[in-house]
Every structure is written in C-alpha cells, then in structure tokens.
C-alpha cells in the first residue's frame, strides 16, 4: 500500500478546509476510486461538509456523510434500508470517522490515529491509497511520526511531500 505524508506549512495550515477539498479534488482528476474522509472531529466535519459544496463558486464535491449507524451491523440497525456498502454508494467521496465494509478506495486520513485502526473494524477493507496530513505544530508531528513509524513496520511504500 501506498502512504504519502502531506507535511502543510503554516499558510496551509490556516487554510485547513481548503487545502483538504483540493487535494480532494486532486485525488478524484487523477482516480475513478471512492475517496474517504477520515474525521473524528464532529465540527471539522460538519465544515469540511460544508466547504466541500461550495469549493469552486461554479461547482461543488459530491459527497456523503456517514452516520455511526452505517459502521454497525444490518442486525444492530433492525432493517436493510440504511444499510450502506461501498458498492452502493452513490457520491465519490464519503466523509466520516469510520471505514466502511469492503472499502477499497483512497482514504485522506485527518485523526491522529493510523488507517489500519480503522482497518481493523471492518471487514475486507483495503484500501489503495492513503493521504495522511500532518500540521506544522509539535502535536501533529509527533502523531504524523507515531503513524510514519507504524507503517513503516508494516512494510508500506512511503512518501512524504512539504506543501
């Protein structure tokens, strides 16, 4: 599996949302894969909604917002109706703080946690790529060194970029 490490510099930084939908954008032009948000945050998320519908004054980022009940079993939930599989989503990129069953896709990595914990609490999801970023303050460093270091392990192609 491929990792690139995004390292933002400050003007990066303080345009978080924006640097996010255009490396999303970036993702979607350069794959025909589902792209995953992973955000454990409830306000980044519910901006990071919101920015990606209005990007571009003349466009927008089709997306979904998983809800903690898509991460649940079809038992747990009572019916079929809600239940949500990648293959039946309909949006190219899902935003949320979990990985769905059977994801396979791009997955840009906003928690302080490494994928393959999301990977664990879920069933055959493999994902293609991950994007994760790291902040230019010392929490977000040491996070993006703790997860470079857990992948290393793992035996991942790893890359890192400054922007």
Not at 123 to 142: H, V
């Amino acid at each position: 599996m491929k990792i690139s490490f995004y390292v933002l510099s400050e003007s990066k930084a303080q345009d978080f949302l924006g640097f996010i939908c255009q490396l999303t954008q970036t993702a979607l032009n350069k794959s025909a894969q589902s792209l995953l948000i992973l955000i454990e945050d409830e306000t980044l998320l519910a901006n990071l909604d919101t920015a990606l519908w209005a990007q571009e004054p003349t466009s927008f980022i089709p997306h979904q917002c998983l809800s903690d009940n898509d991460n649940k079993s079809t038992s747990d939930r009572g019916t079929d109706d809600s239940n949500i599989a990648t293959s039946e989503v309909l949006a190219p990129v899902l935003l949320g703080n979990h990985m769905p069953a059977d994801f396979n896709g791009i997955v840009l990595n906003t928690t302080t946690r490494p994928v393959n914990d999301f990977m664990a609490a879920t069933n055959n999801s493999k994902p293609s790529r991950i994007l994760e970023l790291i902040r230019p303050d010392a929490t977000s460093t040491q996070e993006g060194r703790n997860k470079y270091k857990a992948y290393q392990q793992l035996g991942y192609d790893l890359t890192h970029f400054k922007v």
